[in-house]
């Protein structure tokens, strides 16, 4: 509809009626509800916006309180270095004069038996001998304590920074998480180093589990390796890629090797309906984990696998974890808990992507780690 009015020259101009200040009289309360549209709108944009920018002002300020904490321990290790280098030195010196010692030991022998030196300046020598020996002892005693210290402090520092991006992975959005770990690279490293010493105060590897259960997926069905394409979503140094004959595509937000792929896991380049299984060992962080199940259900096939390997203590409720999912169209097949982590397979029995606004988000607890 359009409405004639007036310009300045007394001409008549046309007006399309979706600009609110040429609505007529008889539609003014269409033009209030537009008006209150378009506000709430506005108000939903901005809120939005002033989360984000919320969400990374904590990042920062929890980035500065942490790497505070890691500079400090760093301090200490450094003395402890130092203080290892001259308990170097004075090993050393402790050599020499055993040498030196030695090669006066072997004269006065000599010139005993020639000479027939007196008794007591032998007994003096063999008396120097003994508290050089002594110190010796004492010296090794203290270098395996200085050590131990040394290592502790280490490991202390590793397992501090390693808990320190945990957190940040599993606490934001994985678009800022992708944002940290590509401004600070040296980071996800650092995060790879800790997550290996944390495997090595478990009594397993999920991951070997993992393996395992895909070869024996693939063999039971007498299907040829090159036929299965898996998707190692959060993949880490991609082991699970070296380990199978199978094709594998592996994403992380960082790519440590030339089998990664560096992306956001709720945006992988894979095709939709395109992979048989999708895995997620101890990945499954960052507060938006519904986007993340969202793009496997995308790229999995019809009846396709997703594997989920998970701290037990993550979990509130680990029934209404696989109730949940229900939702996102994965039917529960298999459900084990060994050890400290649970095991669970999904077929996905639908797609969901026209309905993805309405589903309930998928919450888990933080890391809270603890030796097998």
């Known amino acids: 509809m359009k409405h004639k009015i007036k310009n300045k020259f007394g001409m008549n101009d046309m007006k399309k009626s979706d600009f609110l200040t040429t609505y007529p009289k008889d539609d003014k309360k269409t033009s209030e509800v537009f008006q209150e549209l378009l506000i709430n709108t506005n108000n939903k944009s901005e809120n939005k916006k002033k989360s984000k920018k919320k969400q990374e002002m904590n990042l920062d300020a929890n980035k500065n309180a942490r790497v505070d904490d890691v500079k400090e321990r760093n301090k200490k290790l450094q003395k402890s270095v130092k203080e290892s280098i001259n308990l170097e030195h004075k090993m050393t010196k402790i050599e020499r004069l055993k040498k030196i010692t030695g090669k006066k030991m072997k004269r006065m022998s000599a010139k005993a038996e020639a000479q027939h030196i007196k008794t007591d300046e032998m007994l003096k020598l063999n008396k120097h001998m003994r508290k050089i020996k002594q110190l010796e002892e004492m010296l090794a005693r203290k270098s395996e304590i200085k050590q131990t210290l040394k290592d502790r402090v280490t490991t202390q520092l590793k397992a501090t920074r390693f808990k320190f991006i945990n957190e940040i992975l599993c606490n934001n959005d994985s678009s800022l998480s992708k944002h940290y770990l590509k401004q600070n690279p040296d980071a996800f490293k650092a995060y790879q180093i800790g997550y290996k010493w944390q495997l090595e105060q478990w009594a397993m590897n999920p991951l070997d589990v993992i393996i395992s259960s895909i070869i024996e997926l693939f063999y039971l069905d007498n ?137 309930s988000p998928i919450i888990l607890k933080s890391y809270l780690y603890k030796k097998g």
């Open 223 to 359: 299907c040829r390796p090159t036929d299965n394409i898996i998707a190692d979503f959060g993949c880490g140094e991609a082991r699970l890629a070296a380990s199978v004959p199978h094709t594998v595509h592996s994403f992380d937000f960082i790519a440590l090797n030339d089998r990664v792929k560096a992306c956001d896991m709720v945006s992988t380049p894979l095709q939709t309906n395109s992979v048989h299984v999708v895995v997620f060992c101890l990945s499954l962080m960052g507060s938006n984990l519904n986007d993340y199940v969202i793009e496997a259900n995308r790229v999995l096939k019809d009846n396709g696998i997703l594997k989920i390997a998970e701290v037990e203590n993550r979990f509130e409720d680990v029934k209404d974890f696989i109730r949940l999912l229900r939702n996102y169209g994965f039917k529960n097949t298999r459900k084990d808990l060994f050890d400290l982590f649970y095991f669970m397979d999904f077929k996905k029995a639908k797609a969901i992507s026209m309905k993805r606004k309405t589903l």
